[in-house]
C-alpha cells in the first residue's frame, strides 16, 4: 500500500469509527462488512467450529460496538478488531480447557500428549490433498493457535508470541510439533515428534527462548 | 555426495533444520548442509517434502464467510442499545422484488411437475396471481421501497405456503427418517427467518437483515422445492435420482 493509500485508508478508518461513535448503524454495519469475513475465518480455524466463530465473530463486534470509544486510530481498525477477535478465541481455546489460573495455562497443555496410534501409517502415500482444515481442528488448541497465526495468517514468531503470551522459542516449538503432528493426520499414520524431547525438534531450550534465525 | 546411510543422531539434528527450511530462514552454509543430508535420506526428505506442502497449503487456505443470520443478531442486539435512527432508502427492494418474481415461476413449474403423473388439460397455475402482481410493483406502479418488500415478502410466503400444502399431503412418500431430516432443516431455517424480521423490525435500514431474510426465505423455498422434486422421482420410482436429492435435502 503507498503512503497516499495508507493515508486515505486511516482517514476512512478514522471517519468510520467517529461515525460508529455517534451510533450510526449503517457506518457499523460498514464496519462489519468490511472486517467480518476475516475475523471469522481466523476464527474459524482457531475454534475448530463454525458455530463458536459465529459466537465469536458476534462476541467481538458487541464488544467493539462497548469499546469503540477507546479506538484512537493509531492502528487501523481492522488490526484493532482483529486483536479484539484473536484474543477472544485465545479466551475461548484457555476456557474450553477449564483452565484459567493464566494467561498461558493452555500452552501447558500439549506436554504428554498420546503418540498418535500407527496401524495405518502409509509412507509411499500422498498426504491426503483434501482435508488440511479437518486436520487443524484436531490439533490440539495451544498447536492449533501456532500453527493458524504463524502457517494460515502468516505472522512472524516474535508477533506470535506476542499474541500467545510465550517465548518466541516457544511459538516455534509449537509450530514446528503442529506441523508434524498435522503430517501424521494426513498420512494417517504417527506423529513423528510423538516421544522426542521439544528441544530436539526445535533446537529450544528449556525456557523456550532461542533467537530467530 | 555423501554416500554412508545416515545415521538416527543426523537425523535428529536435521530435524530441526526442516522446519527453518520451510520457512526460509536458514543460511546459505546451513542450507547446503541441509540440503546433503536430504539428497542421501529419504525419509528426512519425505519428511521435509510433507512439511513444505503443509504450509504451502496452509498459507492458500480459502477465506469462509460467516452465514448472514449473524449480522441479523448482532444488529437486533445494537438497536437494543442504540437510539432509534430515521430509517433511509433500502436498496436491495429493487432486487428482492425480482427475486420473489422468478421464485414465484419456479413454484409454478414445481406444482405442474408433481401433477405431471396424472395428465390433465393446461391450467391456469394457482400462482400466476402473484407473478403479476410483481410485474405491476417492479414497474414503479408502487414507489415506496416498503411497499417493495412487503410484497417480495407476501411472495415468498405465498410460494411457501404453496409448497408446504403439497409436502403436507405428500409426504407419505418420504422416508421417515428424510421426513425428519426435513423437518429439523426446516426448523433451522425458520428460525433464521424469525431472528431476520427482528433485525428488520429494529433495524429497518440494514441490508444485511434484509439480505439475511431473503435468503432464508430463498432457502426454504428451495428445499421445499427439492422435496417436492422428491417425492415426484419416488413415485416413479428412480432411486439414483432419489438418493441424489436426498443428499441435498441433508446439506439444506
Known amino acids: 500500500m503507498t503512503t497516499s493509500n495508507k493515508t486515505e485508508a486511516g482517514r476512512t478508518d478514522r471517519d468510520l469509527a467517529a461515525r460508529c461513535r455517534r451510533g450510526e448503524m449503517v457506518a457499523f454495519e460498514e464496519l462489519y462488512r468490511r472486517h467480518s469475513g476475516r475475523l471469522y475465518t481466523v476464527a474459524y480455524r482457531m475454534t475448530g467450529s463454525a458455530a463458536d466463530a459465529e459466537d465469536m465473530l458476534q462476541d467481538v463486534f458487541l464488544q467493539a460496538f462497548r469499546r469503540i470509544d477507546s479506538y484512537r486510530g493509531e492502528a487501523a481498525l481492522g488490526t484493532w478488531l482483529y486483536r479484539l477477535a484473536v484474543n477472544a478465541c485465545l479466551d475461548h481455546l484457555r476456557s474450553h480447557q477449564g483452565r484459567q489460573r493464566k494467561a498461558t495455562d493452555f500452552i501447558e497443555d500439549v506436554e504428554g500428549l498420546e503418540p498418535v496410534a500407527d496401524p495405518t501409517w502409509q509412507p509411499d502415500r500422498a498426504l491426503d490433498r483434501i482435508d488440511l482444515e479437518s486436520a487443524i481442528s484436531r490439533l490440539p488448541p495451544s498447536y492449533r493457535a501456532a500453527f493458524v497465526l504463524h502457517d494460515v495468517e502468516g505472522h512472524e514468531h516474535h508477533e506470535v508470541a506476542d499474541m500467545l503470551g510465550i517465548a518466541e522459542g516457544t511459538s516455534k516449538s509449537l509450530l514446528h510439533k503442529a506441523r508434524r503432528r498435522l503430517r501424521a493426520f494426513l498420512r494417517g499414520g504417527p506423529d513423528d515428534e510423538a516421544g522426542r524431547p521439544a528441544a530436539a525438534v526445535t533446537g529450544a531450550g528449556a525456557d523456550g527462548r532461542r533467537g530467530a534465525r | ?252
Open chain 2, 1 to 252: 555426495m555423501d554416500t554412508t546411510r545416515p545415521t538416527p543422531l543426523a537425523c535428529e539434528r536435521m530435524a530441526s533444520l526442516v522446519d527453518d527450511s520451510v520457512d526460509d530462514r536458514l543460511d546459505q552454509a546451513t542450507r547446503t548442509q541441509l540440503e546433503a543430508h536430504l539428497a542421501g535420506c529419504e525419509s528426512c526428505r519425505r519428511r521435509a517434502d510433507d512439511l513444505g506442502e503443509i504450509r504451502r497449503r496452509a498459507g492458500a487456505l480459502a477465506p469462509r464467510v460467516p452465514r448472514p443470520e449473524v449480522w441479523a443478531r448482532i444488529a437486533q442486539q445494537l438497536a437494543a442499545q442504540a437510539p432509534a435512527r430515521p430509517r433511509t432508502f433500502w436498496t436491495g427492494a429493487r432486487v428482492a422484488l425480482a427475486m420473489a418474481a422468478v421464485l414465484v415461476l419456479s413454484v409454478v413449474s414445481s406444482v405442474i411437475v408433481l401433477r405431471d403423473p396424472r395428465p390433465s388439460p393446461p391450467r391456469t397455475p394457482p400462482a400466476q396471481t402473484s407473478a403479476t402482481a410483481v410485474h405491476l410493483s417492479a414497474s414503479d406502479t408502487v414507489k415506496d421501497v416498503d411497499e417493495h418488500l412487503r410484497i417480495a415478502d407476501a411472495n415468498y410466503q405465498q410460494a411457501i405456503t404453496g409448497l408446504e400444502k403439497i409436502v403436507a399431503t405428500e409426504q407419505t412418500a418420504l422416508d421417515p427418517a428424510v421426513a425428519a431430516t426435513l423437518q429439523r432443516n426446516l426448523g433451522i431455517i425458520d428460525q433464521a427467518i424469525r431472528e431476520s424480521r427482528a433485525a428488520i423490525t429494529s433495524q429497518p435500514t440494514s441490508q444485511i437483515a434484509q439480505t439475511s431474510l431473503f435468503d432464508a426465505l430463498r432457502q426454504k423455498v428451495a428445499l421445499l422445492e427439492d422435496t417436492v422434486a422428491l417425492i415426484n422421482v419416488m413415485r416413479r420410482g428412480d432411486q439414483a435420482g432419489a438418493a441424489k436429492l436426498i443428499g441435498s435435502l441433508s446439506k439444506s
